[in-house]
């Protein structure tokens, strides 16, 4: 409403000839950014250069921290860096160090650290003065790019540089701490908080659950919580209720959880976070009617889920079978408008495939194109599966043939459940023939089932069997586990070519010899003219299999994790362990942890109110308690 009434304001200025200055459009975009209304706040900068008047360093500063603050999209961030990309070399444009700040922020968020790192060199070649404030923000860079170290590092500087380290500062660094699994060196960054004496208030606490809960240390995480509740300076907010829900449903202890969101309503609203947390862990439990019941209590509070939320909900009802409760939900997100996506629709899918509903499932497809959504090839690889577990392989292979129509190129999984559902229909010329496909595709189906199609052909009457036999013998040949076999999800995620490392026996040349002449005759049944493609293309597959491991530079390991160096490192110098920076600093033990076992809700009850003692004197002081964490490696520890 307040936005309207600055439009209405804005336009009758216009109507009785006041021309709208700097200040007016500030005013307008600042109001837009502060009601989450980015695009009409773009729309008046753009009126605001139509008007040939200059945009100033708060104009700007309004904008970045729009883009940080609202949920915009990474292309904004970058619209707004292009934007002061085109001006920066403006003489009358002068940068300060709140609009460095604001970009810095903003690039951190959504994780471009290296541009972030680039903008804190350029602010110093400007002779921008950086703050403690500028500092916090490049600690919080190192802290996302996994290089502890350097955060560590930074607070040493600010230190040296005599700036001021408040409890903002310290935040930055603990939340550094806890993203890298370092719980320990968290804590003793509260020891040296301490020593400052800095208060930890509710954010810090939160950011400690945040630690505990991600090492699986569920008893220490509500030993936090119950100790924020004793003071209303520390009160947990919505995010902390969110942070103590997450812990209860990763360690499996759901009734906890239940009773912790219970005595959330009790004094909070909770928002979509809260309940798609919960409703995660009813999921995994496998307790699809009860993570329904809390679906439908979002609805009542007029509380709209969001498509990821639709999508577990409807993966737990694929999981449980329950058929009719997932089309239920389907049409729920319909009714609420909520777009479905490549994943909704794989889901779906399924669904209809253990409900016996080829025809619903294949009316996805051009329902999803209809929409102006691209089915993705999970999607089509499940809709081959229903196909071929109802036993309508012609459906799967017409499937297939649409897809090679629209020049889409398979993968191994889908080859793979092909040649399969060919071997199971008994139609053994078409298994060799997706075969030969999928290796002019490299798509390389398993070692195993080669030989269970080398084995069918065997004992077939196909026509050209001796060929085909030759054929799948030599190709076997080339289809070492490690080299040409990609698994779809690796350890690093998805795979995406061939793995060479553990291929060297396979590059010896009487068998590149025999790899090259394999592919240059190319499989049986061929015309000419694909004989003198597969010729032509000899040379290339001789240069493919001669490739040699490319080795890659070791990257440096800090606390048993890999790390990236970032483009800029600021500041120089050599860099001590995190251990050696603070003189109480404690024995690592996070990569040796055990997750604990499930207590009950009585067992964490006691947990949450004997870990608490008062530490003596009177308990209303700044520092009266004393948390005692149950895990032998720590030291009882006062966190007020």
């Known amino acids: 409403r307040r936005l309207m009434q600055a439009i209405a304001f804005y336009d009758e200025m216009k109507t009785i000839g006041i021309l709208p200055n700097r200040i007016t459009y500030n005013s307008l975009i600042d109001t837009c950014v502060k009601t989450k209304k980015m695009l009409i706040a773009w729309k008046f900068y753009e009126e605001m250069q139509r008007s040939e008047i200059t945009p100033d360093n708060f104009t700007y500063s309004i904008l970045i921290n729009g883009v940080k ?11 707004t860096l292009q934007l002061l990309d085109s001006i920066k070399d403006n003489a009358s444009f002068k940068p300060d160090e709140i609009l460095y700040n604001s970009l810095m922020d903003a690039c951190v968020k959504f994780t471009e650290v290296d541009r972030a790192l680039s903008l804190f060199a350029e602010m110093q070649a400007r002779g921008v003065e950086p703050s403690s404030i500028t500092y916090g923000i490049l600690i919080k860079a190192y802290g996302k790019s996994n290089d502890l170290s350097r955060a560590f590092n930074v607070f040493e500087l600010i230190k040296a540089k005599g700036l001021a380290i408040n409890e903002v500062t310290y935040g930055c ?30 954010i810090l606490y939160t950011t400690l659950i945040k630690g505990f809960a991600k090492a699986g240390m569920l008893n220490e995480a509500l030993n936090i919580f119950a ?7 520390t009160a947990p907010n919505v995010i902390t209720y969110n ?70 909900i409807l993966e737990g009802c694929y999981t449980s079978g329950k058929v009719d409760l997932g089309m239920k939900i389907f049409a729920i997100m319909n009714d609420l408008r909520i777009s479905p996506s490549n994943i909704t629709y794989s889901i779906l899918i399924k669904i209809y495939g253990q409900a016996r509903k080829l025809q619903d499932a294949l009316a996805l497809i051009p329902a999803m194109k209809a929409s102006g959504l691209r089915p993705s090839l999970i999607v089509y690889t499940n809709l081959v599966q229903i196909c071929l577990t109802m036993r309508r392989f012609d459906k799967a292979v ?21 040649v399969k559902g060919a071997i ?116 290339k597959s001789e240069q493919f299999f001669a490739v040699e491991v490319e080795q890659k530079e070791t990257p440096r390991r800090f606390i048993g994790k890999e790390i990236t160096e970032p483009k800029v490192f600021i500041p120089q110098g050599d860099l001590p362990a995190p251990e050696t920076m603070f003189p109480e600093a404690r024995q690592s033990f996070i990569n040796t942890k055990k997750k604990p076992a499930v207590t009950s809700n009585k067992e964490n009850q006691e947990n949450a109110t004997s870990n608490v003692q008062p530490r003596g004197g009177n308990n209303n002081s700044g520092n009266s308690h004393l948390f005692k964490a149950s895990t032998p490696s720590f030291t009882p520890m006062s966190f007020r």
């Not at 017409?398 to 092909?418: T, W």
């Not at 030759?470 to 698994?487: C, D, H, L, M």
């Open 69 to 79: 603050s609202n949920n915009t999209s990474k292309d904004e961030l970058l619209r």
């Open 173 to 202: 660094l603990l939340d550094a701490c806890v993203k890298n699994d370092r719980i320990d060196l968290a804590l003793n960054v509260v020891d040296k908080m301490k020593v400052d004496r800095i208060t930890l208030n509710t």
């Open 227 to 233: 100790l924020m509740k004793e003071s209303p300076k």
């Open 243 to 312: 942070c103590i829900l997450d812990a209860c449903v990763k360690c499996e202890n759901l009734p906890r959880a239940q009773e912790i969101f219970a005595d959330m309503e009790r004094t909070l609203t909770p928002d979509l976070i809260t309940y798609s947390t919960i409703i995660k862990g009813f999921c995994k439990r496998g307790d699809i009617e009860t993570a329904y019941r809390f679906l439908d209590t979002m609805l009542d509070r007029n509380i709209k889920p969001d498509e990821a939320l639709v999508n577990l």
């Open 398 to 418: 017409d499937i297939y043939e649409r897809l090679r129509s629209e020049g889409v190129k398979c993968d191994h999984v889908l080859y793979e459940k092909l």
């Open 424 to 539: 199971a229909a008994n139609r053994i010329d078409t298994a060799v023939e997706l075969f030969a496909s999928s290796n002019d595709e490299r798509a390389f189906v398993s070692r195993e089932l080669v030989q269970k199609l080398l084995k069918c052909v065997r004992e077939s009457q196909i026509d050209g069997r001796a060929d085909w036999v030759r054929y799948i013998e030599e190709s076997s040949n080339t289809q070492a586990p490690g080299r040409f076999y990609v698994k779809r999800n690796g350890p690093n995620g998805p795979s995406h070519g061939p793995n060479f490392e553990e291929s060297a026996p396979f590059r010896e040349s009487s068998n590149k010899e025999n790899v090259t002449r394999n592919i240059a005759s190319g499989p049986p049944g061929l015309n000419r003219s694909k004989k003198e493609d597969y010729k032509k293309n000899a040379h």
